[in-house]
Structures are given as C-alpha cells and as structure tokens.
C-alpha cells in the first residue's frame, strides 16, 4: 500500500486523481480469442518488450494469470555485450546472438562462444519465466498446452527451440494473418511485433469491461463520489 500511496501523492501534485489502473496484460486475451490455434485449451503467451517482458496465461481464451518482468531485449543484449566483450548496438542481437539446435556440434570456436554467451545473456529472461511458469502449475496444476512467443526478441534464429527445450512447452509464433475478422496492415513485416498493439485494439472494439483494475481500495479508497 505504501508503494500505492506514495504514486498517489506524486500525481496529486501534478493535478491528477487517478481511481483506475489500465492494466495492458489483460487485454491479450482479446488476441487469443481471435486466433483460432489459440482460443482453446491453456495459453501461456510471452511478449518480451525492450524493457521488460508480459507473462499471461488464458484458459479458454480468458485471462487467468499475469505477471510482468522486469528483463526484456535490452537487458539480453547488455549482458550478451558483456559476454563478448563488443560494443552494444541495436543490431548486436541480429548480428552476434547465436543458439545452436539442441544436440548440434559448434563448428569453429567462435561459433561456441557465441552460442554461449547467448545462453548466459538469456539467462534471466529463462529464470523469471521458469518462476512464472512453476507458479502458474502450482496454482492450477496443469501444464499450459503452449507458449506463445511474440516481441521483436521472437525473431532471435533458434530461440522457439531453446524456450521448447528449456520449458518443456510446445512453442508458437503469433500468427496475425490468421485473424479472421481482422486485417492488420503490412502483416509479413510486421510479424509479431505488433501483438500488443492489435491485442489493444481488439479489446476496444470488443467493448469488454475489466480491462483495468480499481487500486483505490481500503484506506486509499476514491472519496470524490461518496
């Protein structure tokens, strides 16, 4: 309550009195009740942002988990800098990142190298959604029936492979051409990047209530209408 009340203030000296809070992870269950391979069953989609990554679990495509964490794109690229030891850059990813298929033999020494450093850059990213993962199965003991992967870490070569051996989920792209009722423009360069922008929109147009979360609650209680 203390971390509530001390935003509160904060916007209160800028003029603001908030009573709502927009939550955006609820509105990726709009997204997965659109697509047809992933209304049904359980869906654990991971859209990995530059700053942070949004964990949501659907069943039956309505939101029944949610998790954000604090480690995106450009902590992974950092660290993967560190590693080997080269300048940072926003193409480091597309031009030095390396994951090897499970199994597969490095061919040179650099290629090793890379593909370990690689590992050790994700290394975070893995260890929050295992904790994401190993509460969720605490919480409704059954293993969501795939991982969804979207953000631009998605376009990483092998990465689908390495969540899939390091998770045990079948894991899949989001598919935006495959909206019925939508069309999304320039949806082949787009990819998957834009899945939380059409999760938004879809929600919107949905006209669905509960897409925010009442944080005045208790001793914080909004008093304007009382």
């Given at each position: 309550m203390l971390f509530r009340s001390r935003w509160l203030d904060r916007l209160r000296v800028a003029g603001a009195e908030p009573r709502r809070l927009g939550v955006t992870g609820l509105t990726y269950a709009s997204l997965v009740r659109a697509l047809p391979e992933l209304k049904?069953?359980?869906?654990?989609l991971v859209d990995v942002g530059v700053q942070g990554a949004e964990v949501v679990v659907t069943v039956e495509g309505e939101t029944q988990y949610l998790r954000s964490v604090s480690t995106?794109?450009?902590?992974?690229?950092t660290t993967l800098a560190a590693q080997l030891q080269v300048a940072p850059g926003p193409t480091l990813l597309q031009t030095h990142a390396r994951l090897l298929p499970q199994g597969a033999v490095p061919e040179t020494q650099?290629?090793?190298?890379?593909?370990?450093a690689t590992v050790a850059a994700l290394a975070p990213l893995m260890r929050e959604l295992r904790q994401t993962l190993g509460a969720w199965l605490r919480k409704a003991r059954t293993k969501p029936d795939r991982l969804v992967l979207t953000g631009g870490l998605g376009k990483l070569a092998g990465l689908h492979e390495f969540f899939?051996?390091?998770?045990g989920l079948p894991v899949l792209p989001v598919q935006l051409q495959h909206l019925a009722e939508t069309r999304v423009p320039d949806v082949a360069e787009l990819?998957?990047?834009?899945?939380?922008?059409?999760?938004?929109?879809?929600?919107?147009?949905?006209?669905r209530p509960n897409q925010d979360v009442d944080f005045r609650q208790g001793e914080l209680a909004y008093e304007g209408d009382l």
């Open positions: 049904s069953g359980t869906t654990m995106g794109a450009a902590g992974v690229a650099d290629e090793r190298a890379a593909h370990d899939e051996a390091a998770l990819g998957d990047t834009a899945a939380l922008a059409v999760a938004q929109a879809l929600a919107s147009a949905e006209g």
